[in-house]
């Protein structure tokens, strides 16, 4: 294993020291915590939007703390979930009388670690919310399953909301327009190459040369299936036929689009993978009314892409375009 | 001069960073490769916080699920968390356990974690080794064993359970997005609560 680091055990401490020392006009550490807040939290009459999960999706999630976006997030180790006791820290440093909203991906550990961050808030009567990114439609959601994966489409997630929040809204709207992003929402991700956990020092899986997996998930978890590696183009239909099949775009729909790199993809094929995603969008008359093209929600050294499609409404589209300031993530 | 509870919890804690790689390693293969590194990070915590000489074996136990709620992350942190906090009130006060002991605790650990994971038997989980392990536990003192020898029953039907989750598909965790690419590989959380009630009966064994 070759990695830039100083040692296993000092990942993400390090990490969240050199992103807060990045951006101190943006964000600050919660001393003694592993939760980045906005610098200077709780001077705001708003209610607080706070996400988090493992470590290793840089710049999610630490990196969409700021104006129009989150008010806190909770690093986990590397691809874990945050414990309860850090979510409830990020909740207390930055909840002042309107509420918490938890926007949490959905895995098991995340959904049973932010409830019982929930269930520690209710006992101290701070009134928390919570909603569950599911958007990966790799996974089939069945009663058979823990049901979807949240993946790139929770950054949608935190930029409508988090414009929601910003407007002085309540909780119940904030929820509300939140639950209709996720309802919204559809992603799918591939993989060229797997990443390696720091701890672990060696690849989460392996991927002959010719080889791709489809359907992968942000962890290096095996995807629904492998096959030869053919052309972005081809590799595209794939994912957004995938997404398509939903059934939720259609004709004369407006959606916003994100092409999201693994971490180690180069932007020149991320580019790449966008034209065909425009071009089909274009055939099936879908209208784009904007694209992210970049490194969103990342695995780690991963080489892929996952695309994200959000259908959009007036209400969304507004919020969409607001005004947003934050590390990773700027509207003007 | 420690406690016994705290030379059990320090056997089990032995087992788990014992075995990190081996439960990392099972992870891998269906998971996300963390489920022993976050174990033993937990244990080794619980190594260093808990107090050697206390006796109240539902305080031990406390201060267990307490540190591992808060160390391990994951799924695995709030199910052995929560596991720890539901033996906790089962043994409150206690200093001693007797065979029924055993029993209600086992029964209040299976509550717990189904309650904490939405889980049933057959999804491939902990609770596949727990739930066999607990009645061939309760067959066994019903039947007049002692301790030792319910241990032992335990134990037999906790190792058939991780056998079993071989042979099923995940259901639940990270796991069940495989499918029935899960079938074939046994479940790391099951893998570790059979490490764990291992740990318990050689600590008994050993007297």
Known sequence: MKKLINGVDNVVDEMLNGMTAAFPQYIERVQGTDVVARTGAKKTDKVVLISGGGSGHEPAHGGYVGRGMLDAAVAGAVFTSPTPDQVYEAIKATECGKGALLIIKNYTGDVMNFEMAADMAADEDIVVEKVIVADDVAVENSTWTTGRRGIAGTVFVHKIAGACAETGAELAEVKCVAEKVIANVRSMGMSVSPCTVPAVGKPSFELAEDEVEIGIGIHGEPGTHREKISSAAATVDTLVGKILDEGIYGEGDEVAVMVNGMGATPLSELFIANLRVKEILDEKKIRIAKTEVGNFMTSLDMAGFSVTLLKLDDELKGFLNAPADTPAFKQV | ?207
């Open chain 2, 1 to 207: 001069m420690a406690s016994k509870v705290y030379g059990c919890i320090a056997k089990i804690a032995d087992s788990i960073i014992a075995n990190k790689e081996f439960l990392t390693e099972l992870d891998r293969e269906i998971g996300d490769a963390d489920h022993g590194i976050n174990m033993a990070r937990g244990y080794t915590e619980a190594l260093g916080q808990l107090p050697q000489d206390e006796t109240d074996i539902g305080a031990v136990l406390k201060k267990t699920g307490m540190v591992l709620i808060s160390k391990v992350g994951g799924a695995s942190g709030p199910l052995y968390g929560t596991a720890y906090m539901k033996a906790a009130k089962a043994a409150a006060g206690k200093t001693e356990l007797t065979v029924q002991d055993g029993k209600e605790i086992l029964e209040a650990i299976i509550g717990g974690i189904k309650q904490r994971g939405k889980a049933e038997r057959g999804e491939k989980t902990m609770l596949d080794a727990i739930i066999p392990a607990y009645e061939a536990y309760a067959a066994a003192a019903d039947g007049g064993k002692d301790l030792a020898g319910c241990l032992d029953a335990m134990c037999a039907a906790a190792k058939e359970g991780v056998e079993y989750t071989k042979t099923i598909r995940a259901t639940k965790g990270r796991a069940s997005y495989l499918g029935d690419r899960s079938i074939g590989h046994q479940d790391p959380g099951a893998t570790s609560s059979l490490l764990t009630m291992e740990a318990v009966r050689g600590f008994v064994e050993e007297g």
